[in-house]
Each structure stands twice: as C-alpha cells, then as structure tokens.
C-alpha cells in the first residue's frame, strides 16, 4: 500500500537503528533493534554490521551495544559544549570591547570548525557560521592552534596541499612554518585578508603551557596596525576563558590524555552523552 511517504535514506535508518540504544538496556538482539527501530530485518543487519566495522557499535555474540567510538565522540561533544559554556561571557565581553566579529573555534583535521560566532561590524562582510569550517592554514584561528599545537597537525595541514583563498593567501610551505614561528614569538596569530578580501584577523590560543585546545579571534576590515591594537585584548580573553575552563591552578599545563582504559558498561549518562553528539553532529 503506498503511504505517500518518501522511503528512508540510509542516514536516517542508521540514525533509527542507533536511536534504538536510547535506554537503560545496553544490549539488544538484532530483533529488538528491528522492533525498536521499525527497520526491515535484512536492513537492520546489514546496518549493524556496517556499525560494528565503523566501531559506533559492538557485537558480543548475538547482541550489541554502544561502541568506544560513540563513548569518544559522546565525550568530544561534552568538551566542546562546556568550553562554548565557560566561553560564552567572555567572548560577548570583546566583543563590545572591540566592537568587531569574535569567534571561538577547534581545530578538526585540516579544517577549523567555528563553536560561537558574536556578530560586529563585519557580521555582514565575513560569510562564517556556528559549525562551518574553514582551512587551517589561512585562518588566524587555525594558525593559532597550530603553531601552539601539535607538530603532527602541521605535517597532516601542509600533506592536504595549500590551496590559495584570495590572492595573499600563503601557499608556500616555508612560508607557513615561517608565519608559525613569528606566531609564536608574538603569541597571537594574523590572517591579512589571506580568507576573505578586505577582512583581517587576529587569533589567540587557548592554553596553559601546553598544546591550545582552541582560539578566540577577531576580525575587521582595517590593517595589520589594527591587529597589533586588537592583538592584547584578544589574547587576555583567550587566558580569561583557560581560567574559567580549568582555574588559576591549571595555567602552567594543558590537560594531558588519560590513558586508555578497559571498555565501561554504556550508563545512561554516557548514552545520553551519545545521542546528544548525534544531534550536535548534525552541523558538523
């Protein structure tokens, strides 16, 4: 009988199958899945299998349970939603400092991705949004991250090929690694209309003396004279906003990673940690 309805894309039968881990039980049968879901049999397993091999999901026997992928993604989320949180004040107050854009952003992969975006001036000119992306190599923000970051980050932005944006882009590698160095000499890092004509921008990590985590920027539309001037207050919210995130005690080291331990019982928290990254991942 026809419904009148469009069939179901693969995403959204994966995100049913998944949806159907929303619960206390952390084990279910391929049959609980399909009654769960409402997937056909054949789908849900071939669904669920395409899971276990992406490692989102686990299969002991004949029943599976939520992966250490979705256990690590669930946690990346959490980190960025309490750093957006604890930034959140902080970024509206340079922003009425300065007057200009102000963003927060992480690095993922090549690619920064935008958490908060307080419009100014240039909330017309510079064509960015919460969770869009932009190459690393040309933004302050990702330069930021990169030169007080790790190495191997660098390697993995100059292997994807730097390809120009506007005509000052950098495309030259010794070029980069030469604007990293005075980046870290300076302490804050420019992008001069090297993203967008006629929009410069000025960006501080977010760290101890460890590796950044992220960047606080600003943009406008004057020169690099302007950055100087912008330069301290962004850098002063960026330590403001470590403060907030790990308190005065934590300033001499970024937080180093716990060592892999044996695999949890899936908690509810945990789940719930889960299906809120899918929802979060969706502008991604």
Do not use: K
């Given at each position: 009988m026809d419904t009148g309805l469009a069939p179901l894309s693969l995403l959204e039968k994966a995100a049913r199958v998944l949806g159907s881990f929303e619960g206390p039980q952390p084990r279910l049968s391929l049959t609980e899945v399909v009654r769960r879901s409402g997937i056909p049999r054949s789908s849900a397993h071939r669904i669920l299998d395409q899971l276990v091999q992406?490692?989102?999901?686990?299969?002991?026997?004949?029943?599976?349970?939520?992966?250490?992928?979705?256990?690590?993604?669930?946690?990346?989320?959490?980190?960025?939603?309490?750093l957006r949180r604890a930034a959140l004040p902080l970024l509206h107050a340079l922003h009425e400092q300065t007057?200009?854009?102000?963003?927060?952003?992480?690095?993922?992969?090549?690619?920064?991705?935008?958490?908060?975006?307080?419009?100014?001036?240039?909330?017309?000119?510079?064509?960015?949004?919460?969770?869009?992306?932009?190459?690393?190599?040309?933004?302050?923000?990702?330069?930021?991250i990169l030169a007080f970051g790790d190495p191997g980050a660098v390697e993995?932005?100059?292997?994807?090929?730097?390809?120009?944006?506007?005509?000052?882009?950098?495309?030259r590698p010794l070029a980069l690694r030469a604007e990293l160095a005075a980046t870290r000499?300076?302490?804050v890092a420019y992008d001069r209309e090297e993203s967008f004509r006629g929009i410069s921008c000025v960006a501080a990590p977010l760290r101890g003396a460890g590796r950044a985590v992220a960047a606080v920027s600003v943009s406008c539309s004057r020169g690099e004279r302007?950055?100087?001037?912008?330069?301290?207050?962004?850098?002063?919210?960026?330590?403001?906003?470590?403060?907030?995130?790990?308190?005065?005690?934590?300033?001499?080291?970024?937080?180093?990673?716990?060592?892999?331990?044996p695999e949890p019982a899936v908690s509810e928290q945990a789940m719930d940690n889960m299906l809120g990254w899918l929802r979060f991942s969706e502008w991604m």
């Open positions: 992406l490692r989102w999901l686990d299969r002991e026997g004949r029943d599976y349970r939520m992966g250490m992928r979705m256990l690590e993604l669930g946690a990346l989320a959490s980190h960025h939603n309490r007057g200009q854009l102000v963003h927060l952003s992480v690095l993922d992969g090549a690619e920064v991705v935008c958490l908060e975006r307080i419009g100014g001036s240039e909330a017309t000119t510079v064509p960015s949004r919460v969770g869009g992306r932009m190459p690393a190599h040309c933004t302050a923000a990702g330069r930021a993995h932005v100059l292997a994807q090929g730097l390809r120009p944006r506007t005509a000052r882009t950098l495309v000499e300076r302490g302007e950055l100087a001037r912008l330069g301290p207050a962004v850098a002063a919210c960026a330590r403001a906003v470590w403060r907030e995130l790990y308190g005065p005690g934590r300033t001499g080291r970024a937080p180093a990673a716990r060592p892999r331990e």
